[in-house]
Each structure stands twice: as C-alpha cells, then as structure tokens.
C-alpha cells in the first residue's frame, strides 16, 4: 500500500501532462502546417505566374494573332523549346481548333468544350483551368488559358500546360514536418497532385467536402477534417496567387494521430517506467527483504507524499543500496524532476492564459464583443462579462440566464429571425451569423449581431452553441445614416443623370431598379458592359476601361456609341461610376450613372470633322500657296524683268534676283525706300515722288526711269505696277515689273536716226528725181508746141512717148513716196466713217473719167476708228483699182460692205471686173507686182502694196477673193491684233 | 499792174526757162526778176549785196518760191521776208516738186500764201501756174497792191 501510495500522484500528473501536450502539439501541427502551405503556395504562384506571363505576352505577338501559319507555328515551337516546364503552347481558333499545329490529329482535336477555353472567352482573363489528364501532353497537366484579341474582338485563346509532376515536385521542395502530405487542389478540389499516393489520387476529389467549401469560402486557413485513409487530418491551406478566384490551392495535411504520436509516445514510456517500480516495491515488501531495504522504501515514500503535497521540490536521494531500489529511487527522482519542470511551465503558460484572457476580455469590451456559451442539453447560458454589459444585465441580476431568458431580450419583432437562424443549425451548416435587436429593461434597443456555431453530438443531436455577441448599434445607425445618404445621393444622381446602373463584384449588371432605362439596350442584367452588343468602344478604350475596373477606379465620362439591333449607330452615352466596398472592405462592384450625349457627341464629331477639313484644306492652300510662292519665286527669278512688290505705303518689300544683278548688295540695302539710291540723280526726286504718288492714289503706275547699274552704265527701266486690292477694294500691296529698257531705247534711236535719213532721202526723191522729169516733159511739150511743124508724125509720136515715161516715172515715185509715208507716219487713230470716205472718192472718180458708167454701192454707216488719212489711202487704192480692173464690163458694179467671219468684221471693196487666177494671190501683195499688162491696165503695182501696208498698220488683215472675169473681192479687217 | 515785179526764186535753170515760157505764155506783163538762190532772193528784196541800192520800197508783186534751194532754202528765205515788215505782206506762191506734206505745212505756217506742186506732167503745171498767176496778179487785192 506504501509503494501504491507513493506512485499514485506520479499517475495522475502523468495524466494530466499527456492531454496538456496532445493540445499543445495540435496547435504546433497546426502552426506548421500553415506555414508550409502559405510556403508551397507562394512558390506555385510563382509557376502560375510565369505561365500567366508566357500566355500573355505570346498573345500579344501578332504572329500569334494574325500571322500565316507558318510563323505561328515556328513561334509557339520555339516558346516550348526555350520553356521545357511548358509542355505545350497552342492557340485556339474562335471555334475551338487548334491553329499553327503541322500534326493533322492536333488540327482535327477541337477543345471547345474545354474549361479553359470558354473561361477564357467568357472572362477575358487569365484562367486557370481544369486538370486533364493529358491528350496532348500525355500526362497529368493544369492548364492555363489566356483570350487573343485581334482589334479588340475575341480572336481565340492561347493555352498552356503545366506538367503536374513538375507542379508537385514545386509543391514537394523545402522542409516540412515529418508525415506532412502536401496537396494541390482546384477550386472544385480535384486533385491536382498529392505527395503520397499521387497516380491514385490524381484527378479524384478532396476526401472530405468540407475542406473543398473552406477553400473557397477562406481561400486561406485550418481545418480539421477526414483524410486519406479515413483518418482524420490536420489541414492548413492557402490558396495560390495568380488568378482572383477560381485559383488552386495548395492544402498541407497531416494526420491527427501523427500529429499526436509524439504526445502519446511518451506516455507509455513513463507509465513503464512507473509500473516497473512499484512492480519491483511490490516484490521488495511480500519477500521482506529485510529492514534494510525498508528504509529506503520509506524514504521513497516520503518523497511520494512531498510530491503528493505539491512540493515538487522533494527526491528520494538513495544512490546506494540494493540495485532495484536505486533504480526505483532513481526512477523517481527523475519522475518528480520531470514534474516539477512540468508544473513551471504550466504556471508560466496559466500566467500567460490569464493574461491573455484579460486581454481579450479588454478587447471585447473595446469592440463591444461579449462571448457566450449555451448548453443546449441543461438550457444554460454562459455569458462573458461584456455580454452582459451588451444586455445591460448584472451577474447578479441573471446569474444563470437561460434562452427563455435570452428570448425575453429580443426585440419582439425580430424574434422570428432568432428564431429561424437557430433552425437552421444542422450538421452540413453547423454557424450561424445574424443580426437582431434587443430590448433592454430599461426599454433601450440595441443591434447584436450573433456568430456561434454548434456542435453536434450523437444522432445529430445540438449539444452546445459557442458564439459571440457584438453590440453593433453605432455600426447600424451609421449605416442607416449612410443609406439615407446613398438615398439622397442616388435620388440627385438620377436627377442629373438619365440612369442608374450597378454591377456586382463580378462587374456583371444587376437590376439597379432605376428609375429610367438605359437607352437602347434590352437585357443587361448578368452581363458585363463589354458583353452587351449595344455597346460600341474601341479596343483601346476598353482595355482602358477594364483596367479602370481591375484597379477598382472611379471612372467618369466613358463615351461608348450606342447600337440599335441592326447596328447602326443611334446614340452616344456616357458612364460615370465608383466602385463600393462593404463594410468588411471587400470590393461588391460598381455603381455609376449615365447620360445621353449622342448631341454633345454629335456636335463634338461635326466640330472635329470640320476641324480636319479646315485643316486638310489649310494643308492644301498652304501646300498650294508654297507651291504657287515656289513657282513665283521661280519665275521671278528667271524672268529677264526685275519683279517687285510694294507694302500699300510704296515701301518695297521684294525684289527679284535680276534686281541684284544690276545693282548687287543685299535686300537690306534696297527694300524700303532704299532703291532710290539707284536712281540716275537727274530722275530721283521725280521719280520717288511719282511712285510714291501713285502708291498713295492707288492707281497704276508706269513710267520710265534711269538707274545707274553697279558697274557704272546707265540704264533704263520701263517700269509698270498695279495695286493688289483686298476684297474691300483696298490696296494691300504692289506688284510691280521693271523692264531692262536700254537694249530698246537704243534701237528706237537709232531707228529715229534712220528714220529721219530715210525722210531726207525721201525728200530729196520727192524733188530731186522729179525735177529731171518736169524738165524732160517739159521741153518735150515745147518741142511739141513750138516746134511742131518741124516734126512729122513719128516725130510727134516719139515725144508722146517721152512724155508719157516720163510721167510714169512721176507716178511711180509718187506712188513709192506714198508707201513710204504710209509706213513711217505717225497714226492718230479716231472714228472715221468709211462710207463718206467711199463716196468722196466715187465723186472724184466719176469726175475723172466722167464717160464711164459704174454702178457703186456703198454700206451704209461703215463705221472703223483708223487713221483717217491712212483709211483713205487704201480706199483710194481699192476703189481705184476696182473702177480700172472694170473698165471692161459695161454693167461695172463695185459694192463697198462688211460682213462678220469667224467673230470677226471685215469690210470688203468688191467689182466685177477682170479679177484674176487665185494662184496669183501670193504675189498680190508684193511691191511692183502686177498681174495684167500695162497696156491692159495701166498701174505701178504699188497700190495693193501700199493698201496692205496700211491694213497691217491698223492690226488687220487683208486678203482677197477672186476668179478670172469673174471680179475680185478685196477683204480687210481693222484692229485683229496690236 | 505796170511797174510792178514778179520774183521768180528757182535755182534750176530748166526749171526757170520751162517757168518763164509758161509764164510768157500766159501773159505775164509783169517785170520779171529771177533769183537763182535764197541769198539772191533775200538780196534782191532787202537792196543789198548784189542788189544794194535798189528801191527797196519797189517790191515784187508776188514771189513764186522754190524750196529746194542753195545756199538758203526756201523756207528760210520765206521765214525772213515774213519778219520784215517790207517784205511781210508780199503773197508768196511756193512751187515745188515736193510733195512732201511737211514742207507745205510748214510753208503755210511762215506765211506762204500758196503751195503749188511741179507736177511731171508739164501741161499740168502750165495750168496751175496759169491760176496762180491769174488769181494773185489779177484777183487778190493785196494792201500793197494799189501803192
């Protein structure tokens, strides 16, 4: 019984230890467990990463988007051989097949049906897709999704693959505690990989579903569970970075009685250890092995009752005697030791429990969190202070509340939903979380937001709810005052705005209720903006767009054109939004407005469209004016003149080059009114105040002037300028020609000079040639008339003769002396009546010959300006020529006329005499030239000469119309040219 | 008409003696004086050279005034008898072969009372000279006719 004794509290404080250590090692498990999930997970992240570059960047490269197959396919073969770990890169058309592959099973496989795939289109993101089990890739792959857009239109989707060997041995590296299995699992809690057991578990689902539903509702955290092999786990998971949702997850695992097999481990050791040496008192005391040994027993004893006494200080301290009992002794003393280091620490962890505890408790106080317990079997509830604080209850006033009691605190219109939320409790949703509100005694109402969670015993029956109690009302006021807010804002939002729309997290649309439609669109709730046909953007504006909202921004005036069914552009709209956050901050969508801009947008368009014609035109005039300045520039360079121009005050601005020719130095030293400088001394004054005369009347501007050139000659410009008017008639400037006249000038001199010689060689024609024959007709008359009996009749006729050459030979000069003059006089032109001049010269005609009976027909009101004299002189000629070429024909009729040919007026001089052979024509004209015998018609053969040279004076031409026996027509026009 | 002179300026002496028959012809009774140049001329009408002494208040009748002269021209010597106030109102005929229209407006300007044209055609030149003669020394009433 001694030894029984002794050994007892040894016994129960081994007890005690085991469940403390089975606590402690759960938690460490735990802690470790985490640590390798978060680990692995942000190390897979990196893969999924790299895949989610690879993706993206390829779909970038046109190739891929648009390029013949050929490069394509070199493209995607050569990302494969620089990323082994990637063992297949393709690209999906719109319809699902595979492009850029050469293998004609590849071309025929059609993923379409695949997860990533339409992820990929539906999302337009990077996904991450389901595992398969390799067609392609012949083994156990994740796939990776990204969308090709081509001009902002899905245009197909690249993919890849990660081996899943590759994804675990990632998942595999680093240390973990021993037994530790690492899982990787989709969202759906396939299977992707698990260190242990990996073929068999690979594409099957997580064991327990309560596991999968934590991964998607935590993405992160613990979690006891079922197992493989039925056991049950200790989980830690985190969820891979890399996609916002729908991600893998990485899930360490380790059983819960590995977990515990270092607890456990040492217990049967110690108990061993125990029972050995009371086994061996026990054997000491039947067999009465003496006093001697009695004595240590005792000592052995007094040690157990010190322990026993909580002195754990106490040792058996034998180290001599029969060995079992040393042992025994031993044995113990390394117990109590043992014991004793326990029992520190358990102090040392119940100081820090209890302060922990007061911790808590202060943070409860602080965030008005009570904690509660309720022992649903005995209708207990166990309430923290702070929750009694929170019903503004005492301890002492309720000191064992019970849910009736609880109950009597509920508001009386929110007891159904206590009510339910308890209902609701079962195995599969084993928490609750709600709000209510209170009723205090003192009539006082609260919100509480209630969390607990139930534990299930046998045949799922409730055995306890542990929760928390939050007193939330400032948090519900806030919220009341903040809707009331939201209310107003919204109220003033559609006021100013012609709808209202909201999105959820998804940026899909929700009903928004508001009060007006969106224009146009029919069915926008659970699609995204971008998804709806009716909205028009360009591919820029949308990825702008998107980004907005992947980076949750605010946006404002996003224009989009607005498409009726057929297409066609009915309205411009514009968005404005805001992303919104719950109270937890976690981002619920956007909310925003809209307005009809299609008129603002419209004006913005037909502002812009006018802005580019009047800038496309200002291109082209300007285009055109340097074109037109070029050529000008050009031309008045080449031109053999100086060209100028003048500001409306007459100071010059331009000249041409031919300007520094003559005179050389640089614009500086003649624009303005430098270029009077030039001018020859004798003209300056003159000549600047001519210009600037004229430049101030706005006339126009011509004279003559001389300069003296650079190097030293003096020459003469012909100058002629004309005012440049704007459109309201006033002179913006001067343009001005100044020709080298000095070439000229020289001429006309000279031509004066000779002129005059020829005047006086004229003269002394006009005289001296015909002085010899008055004297030769002269005496020959004397002869005749006072030596007439001395001649007989041959004698006379040879003296007719005489006389008559020498009187042809007056004709003949007269006759070239009338040419002559014809040509040098100087014309003074003014209206002459051609019918008078006709009739005067039929008068003396008629006289002339007074036997002769010519009809003449003379026009009415011909009328010409011309030189009178010199009109005369071709009249004289025509006239006389058609009464001689007549003479023949007794019904002589010559008919003076004009008729218009070809725009222009002729007059013409007609009879019906000889005429002649048009042959002849070309010799009509000439001087001398005759086409009758003298005999026939007497003549000079100057006339005609002398009428075409008047005619040509005038700007005319003359020509003629004739036939043998048939007359002739002489035609002559005035002024056709000068 | 007796007393009275006619100065007949013509250096051609084809001319002169064609001009004095036609002129004999026609009647003439006048004195008549030929000067073969318009120095001549001028001497014969102011009384100097070789015609100093002369009466100068006894002037020709008229003057018949070639222009083509030696020495001074015709127009010259019209000009001078037409600044002189013994000699300007005496009628001038200029005969010519010039039928150059400057020389008969410009004769007209000096004063030349009449422009006759030697035409080639010497009976024609009989019968203007013939109407010359008759309306100047018979017609024309000039203020120095009667003194």
Redesign the interface.
């Known amino acids: 019984m001694l030894v029984l004794a002794a050994t007892l509290p040894a016994l129960a404080l081994l007890a005690y230890r085991a469940v403390a250590d089975r606590n402690d090692m759960l938690e460490r498990s735990f802690v470790e467990l985490e640590v390798v999930a978060d680990a692995r997970a942000i190390s897979l992240g990196r893969l999924v990463e790299g895949a989610r570059q690879l993706l993206i960047t390829a779909a970038a490269v046109p190739a891929i988007r648009l390029g013949p197959h050929e490069i394509c396919r070199d493209y995607l073969q050569e990302l494969m051989r620089r990323f082994p770990m990637y063992p297949f890169v393709g690209v999906l058309n719109p319809d699902g097949t595979l492009r850029c592959v050469d293998d004609p099973d590849l071309r025929q496989a059609n993923l379409s049906e695949r997860d990533y795939f339409r992820n990929a289109i539906e999302r337009r993101d990077f996904i991450i897709g389901e595992f398969v089990m390799g067609e392609i890739a012949q083994k156990g792959t994740l796939h990776f999704s990204y969308p090709v857009l081509v001009e902002g239109r899905f245009g197909g989707v690249i993919f890849t693959s990660l081996d899943l060997n590759d994804l675990g041995r990632e998942a595999l590296g680093g240390t973990m505690p021993e037994g530790t299995v690492v899982t990787v699992a989709d969202y759906e809690g396939v299977i992707l990989f698990r260190g242990q057991d990996n073929e068999r578990s690979q594409g099957r689902k997580l064991e327990d579903g309560r596991l999968v539903a934590a991964l998607n509702e935590q993405g992160q955290g613990r979690l006891k569970a079922l197992g493989p092999g039925g056991r049950h786990w200790l989980y830690a998971f985190a969820n891979i970075p890399g996609s916002e949702d729908r991600t893998a997850y990485v899930i360490a695992g380790l059983p819960e009685e590995t977990a515990l097999a270092a607890a456990n481990a040492m217990l049967p050791g110690q108990l061993l250890a125990l029972a050995a040496a009371l086994l061996i008192a026990l054997v000491a005391g039947r067999t009465g092995a003496g006093a001697f040994v009695l004595r240590e027993l005792r000592q052995l004893q007094g040690a157990a009752k010190r322990i026993a006494s909580g002195n754990l200080n106490a040792r058996v301290g034998i180290s001599a005697g029969p060995r079992e009992v040393v042992e025994v002794a031993e044995a113990f003393d390394e117990m109590a030791q043992w014991l004793e280091a326990r029992r520190e620490e358990r102090d040392r962890a119940e100081a820090e429990l209890r302060r922990s505890e007061a911790l808590l408790a202060k943070a409860q106080q602080i965030a008005k969190l009570g904690s509660w317990e309720r022992d649903i079997e005995i209708d207990r509830i166990y309430c923290s202070d702070q929750t009694y604080e929170i019903f503004d209850l005492t301890r002492a006033l309720l000191p064992e509340p019970d849910y009736e009691s609880f109950l009597a605190l509920v508001h009386p219109e929110d007891l159904s939903i206590v009510e339910s939320a308890n209902r609701q409790l079962a195995p599969n949703r084993p928490t609750l979380d709600f709000q209510h509100r209170i009723q205090l005694l003192s009539g006082e109402v609260r919100w509480v937001r209630e969390r607990g969670e139930v534990t299930f015993g046998e045949q799922g029956r409730q055995v306890r709810l542990i929760g928390t109690v939050q007193d939330i009302t400032e948090l519900k006021q806030a919220e009341v005052a903040l809707r009331e807010s939201e209310e107003r804002f919204r109220a003033l939002t559609e006021l100013s705005a012609d709808w209202y729309w909201e999105q959820d997290e998804a940026l899909r649309f929700v009903n928004a209720g508001s009060i007006r439609k969106e224009p146009y669109v029919l069915a926008a709730e659970g699609k995204r903006r971008w998804e709806l046909p009716e909205n028009r953007v360009s591919a820029e504006d949308w990825a702008r767009h998107k980004g907005q909202l992947a980076a949750r921004e605010p946006f404002h005036d996003f224009v989009m054109q607005r498409l009726d069914r057929n297409g066609r552009l009915v309205a411009y709209v514009s968005i404005s939004g805001y992303p919104i956050y719950d109270q937890s901050g976690q981002f619920r969508g956007y909310r925003g407005i809209g307005k009809d801009v299609t008129e603002r947008e419209r004006a913005k368009e037909e502002v812009r469209a006018l802005n580019q014609r009047l800038s496309a035109l200002l291109a082209e005039r300007t285009g055109r004016l340097e074109e037109s300045e070029a050529l000008f520039g050009a031309l008045t360079d080449l031109a053999p003149q100086v060209v100028w121009s003048s500001n409306a005050d007459g100071a010059i601005t331009y000249f041409s080059r031919r300007w520094y020719d003559y005179f050389g130095g640089s614009s500086d030293d003649w624009l303005g009114n430098g270029w009077v400088t030039v001018l020859h001394p004798e003209d300056r004054d003159a000549q600047l105040e001519k210009w600037l005369h004229a430049a101030q009347q706005g006339t126009g501007y011509e004279t003559e002037y001389r300069c003296i050139a650079r190097d030293g000659h003096t020459v003469t410009f012909y100058s002629k300028a004309v005012p440049v008017r704007d459109a309201g008639g006033r002179v913006v400037r001067w343009v001005g020609v100044d020709t080298d006249v000095t070439e000229h000038k020289r001429i006309e001199a000279e031509l004066a000079r000779s002129n005059q010689e020829l005047e006086a060689f ?2 002394s024609v ?3 040639l ?6 030769i ?6 002869l005749e008339q006072d030596c007439a009996d001395k001649l007989d009749a041959t004698g006379l006729h040879y003296l007719q003769r005489i ?1 008559y050459g ?2 042809f ?3 003949l000069i ?1 006759d070239l ?1 009338n040419l002559g ?1 014809v040509s040098r006089a100087q014309l003074s032109i003014e209206p002459v009546s051609l019918s008078a001049i006709c009739r005067e010269i039929v008068d003396d005609l008629r006289a002339s010959e007074q036997s002769r009976n010519v009809a003449f027909r003379i026009g009415e009101g011909l009328e010409a300006t011309a030189d009178p004299r010199l009109l005369r002189v071709a009249l004289e000629n025509l006239l006389s020529n058609a009464w001689k070429f007549s003479a023949k024909n007794p019904q002589a009729l010559i008919e003076v006329g004009e008729l218009v040919q070809n725009g222009v007026r002729a007059f013409y001089v007609r009879d019906n005499g000889a005429g002649f052979d048009m042959k002849y024509e070309g010799k009509l004209f000439g001087v001398f030239q005759r086409l009758h015998a003298v005999e026939e018609f007497p003549g000079t053969g100057v006339g005609l000469a002398t009428v075409k040279r008047v005619v040509e004076r005038h700007g005319g031409r003359i020509w003629v119309q004739a036939a043998p026996e048939q007359g002739a027509t002489f035609f002559f026009t005035l002024h056709e040219r000068h | 008409m007796k007393g009275k002179t006619l100065l007949l300026v013509e250096d051609n002496p084809d001319h002169e003696e064609l001009t004095l028959r036609t002129l004999r012809q026609n009647k003439v009774l006048n004195e008549i004086v030929v000067a073969r140049d318009g120095e001549e001329a001028l001497d014969y009408l102011f009384g100097q050279g070789k015609y100093a002494g002369r009466d100068v208040s006894q002037q020709p009748e008229l003057i018949l005034l070639d222009l083509k002269l030696p020495k001074i021209d015709g127009l010259e010597v019209l000009a001078r008898l037409r600044e002189d106030a013994r000699t300007e109102l005496i009628p001038v005929v200029i005969l010519t072969s010039s039928s150059e229209e400057e020389d008969m407006a410009r004769s007209y300007k000096l004063g030349a009372n009449s422009y006759v044209r030697k035409p080639v055609s010497f009976s024609q030149f009989t019968d203007r000279l013939q109407q010359v003669q008759i309306y100047w020394l018979l017609v024309n009433e000039s203020p120095n006719k009667g003194g």
Do not use: I, K, N, T
Not at chain 1, 770 to 775: C, H, N
Not at chain 1, 777 to 782: C, H, L, P
């Open positions: 004229s003269y006009s005289h001296d015909r002085s010899p024959l008055q004297v007709d002269g005496f020959s008359e004397a006389r020498a009187r030979m007056g004709q007269d002396l003059r």
